[in-house]
């Protein structure tokens, strides 16, 4: 559904998007739009639907109401190029325990049909030595560490990102801004989904907890 | 390398490394034949005339077994959400982890039927459509048994589930591959058997991706 003045530029927006799990109606009435090197925050206590708002930008389940689309297509059209310009890091490090870190970056950027540059992948999250180990020695923070390196050894327009800072400290905080940063400045854009205080430049801010619908309100 | 391939490469690669999965259903399949001669006494006569179908029931047991985790780890560590998310359609990648879950499972229960086969006196005349049936029957089954372990996923007693949805589905693979043996031992030849058990992979390749990929997606939900 294009919007009735035509955005100079190529444009991720959802439009009037309502969301329900099982009976319930987690949120309603939300319109966001995120330009080229845009961010978003996804902000709300637990259960206003952060992860839900990632799932369907990711396009992994379908609005109620409303629509996503990205330079005035709708996403569901082209569902393959939509999860070709995506990379999506949920809840859980989809790690292998035999796997080792480097053929874990290797495997998922092959996928997505590129040649990954692993190196950059592991240096830009400080796991450059942990390149050969199988992933069940890496500890937590090590394997959120390698989840996100895969948005740097195979590059995708937009990153999807749900509480991403779980189990990282400081200094791995620091590098995924900093790849954040890099991404944004080559046109990249980000959402990302978080509780923590999180400095992300320019970046707009949607607080879930203001789309929350009335208590008896029903999908009509 | 094309993402399917990449799929394949990464499955097998698991399998290996993760050892067990193709032991334990060569282990079940010997193990399982091996009771019937205990059960059933060790008459020559009887035993012979029983082979093919207890070849191809235990290889059913067999395949089952080892399909419970089809899709179970990789829902389980978030791998199937991120699968689920790359551009290769769902579809594809449930055939390609079919090729690997039978490339692991499936094929050495071809190279060991004519082996237990042996051990029941089976007619020497009925080995080759016993091997030609195990080799179009084993894809059947890893495909058909592909829809039960997506639908089970998530479920509290998945294998129980899968065993209930899978089964019945299996009995066309087992009378056609049983009727083949039996046929080539008759002399009759086994070639229209042969040929149902084909026109059954086809079918199964055609339409099982969709329907596991849906069975999937219900789970993602």
């Known amino acids: 559904m294009p919007p009735a003045d035509?955005?100079?530029?190529?444009?991720?927006?959802?439009?009037?998007?309502?969301?329900?799990?099982?009976e319930r109606l987690v949120f309603r009435g939300l319109d966001f739009t995120l330009p080229p090197g845009g961010a978003l925050i996804l902000s709300g206590p637990n259960g206003s639907g952060k992860s839900s708002l990632l799932r369907l930008m990711?396009?992994?389940?379908?609005?109620?109401?409303?629509?996503?689309?990205?330079?005035?297509?709708?996403?569901?059209?082209?569902?393959?190029?939509?999860?070709?310009?995506?990379?999506f890091i949920g809840h859980s490090d989809a790690l292998k325990p035999v796997l080792s870190a480097a053929e874990t970056l290797?495997?998922?950027?092959?996928?997505?049909?590129?040649e990954p540059?692993?190196?950059?992948?592991?240096?830009?999250?400080?796991?450059?030595?942990?390149?050969?180990?199988?992933?069940?020695?890496?500890?937590?923070?090590?394997?959120?560490?390698?989840?996100?390196?895969?948005?740097?050894?195979?590059?995708?327009?937009?990153?999807?990102?749900?509480?991403?800072?779980?189990?990282l400290d400081t200094e791995a905080?620091?590098?995924?801004?900093?790849?954040?940063?890099?991404?944004?400045?080559?046109?990249g854009r980000v959402v990302v989904s978080t509780h923590a205080p999180l400095e992300l430049g320019d970046a707009a801010r949607l607080s879930l907890a203001d789309y929350r619908p009335a208590p008896a309100e029903l999908i009509a | 390398m094309s993402a399917f391939l990449t799929l394949v490469a990464r499955d097998l690669r698991l399998a290996l490394r993760q050892g067990g999965d193709a032991a334990m259903v060569i282990a079940f399949y010997v193990l399982a034949v091996v009771l019937f001669p205990f059960g059933v006494g060790p008459e020559t006569d009887l035993l012979q005339r029983i082979a093919?179908?207890?070849?191809?029931?235990?290889a059913l047991l067999a395949a089952l077994l080892s399909l419970e985790r089809l899709f179970q780890a990789d829902y389980e560590d978030g791998s199937l959400e991120a699968?689920?998310?790359?551009?290769?359609?769902?579809?594809?990648?449930?055939?390609?982890?079919?090729l690997a879950h039978w490339l692991v499972a499936g094929l050495p229960l071809i190279v060991v039927a004519p082996l237990l086969a042996l051990l029941?006196?089976?007619?020497?005349?009925?080995?080759?459509?016993?091997?030609?049936?195990m080799a179009l029957g084993t894809p059947i089954l890893s495909l058909v048994g592909a829809i039960g372990a997506a639908l089970s996923l998530g479920a509290r007693r998945g294998g129980v589930l899968l065993s209930l949805l899978v089964l019945p589905l299996y009995i066309p693979v087992l009378i056609f591959g049983v009727a083949a043996v039996e046929a080539g031992i008759a002399g009759f030849g086994a070639r229209p058997d042969l040929l149902l058990l084909a026109a059954l992979l086809v079918l199964a390749v055609g339409l099982v991706p969709f329907a596991a990929a849906a069975a999937l997606r219900l789970a993602l939900e």
């Open chain 1, 6 to 22: 035509s955005p100079p530029a190529l444009l991720f927006t959802g439009r009037d998007l309502a969301c329900q799990r099982g």
């Open chain 1, 106 to 114: 290797r495997f998922w950027a092959r996928m997505r049909g590129v």
């Open chain 1, 173 to 187: 905080a620091m590098q995924l801004l900093d790849a954040i940063a890099a991404h944004r400045a080559g046109g």
């Open chain 1, 117 to 167: 540059d692993v190196a950059a992948g592991l240096a830009r999250f400080g796991l450059a030595k942990a390149a050969e180990l199988p992933c069940r020695y890496l500890s937590a923070g090590q394997r959120r560490r390698l989840a996100l390196a895969r948005l740097v050894a195979a590059p995708a327009p937009l990153w999807l990102l749900d509480e991403p800072l779980t189990s």
């Open chain 2, 83 to 98: 699968l689920a998310l790359l551009p290769l359609p769902l579809e594809a990648q449930v055939l390609a982890k079919c």
């Open chain 2, 52 to 58: 093919a179908g207890i070849v191809w029931v235990t």
């Open chain 2, 120 to 133: 029941l006196h089976l007619d020497p005349a009925g080995y080759p459509a016993l091997v030609a049936g």
């Open chain 1, 58 to 87: 990711a396009g992994l389940t379908r609005t109620a109401l409303g629509a996503l689309s990205w330079d005035r297509t709708d996403i569901h059209e082209d569902p393959g190029a939509h999860r070709q310009r995506l990379h």
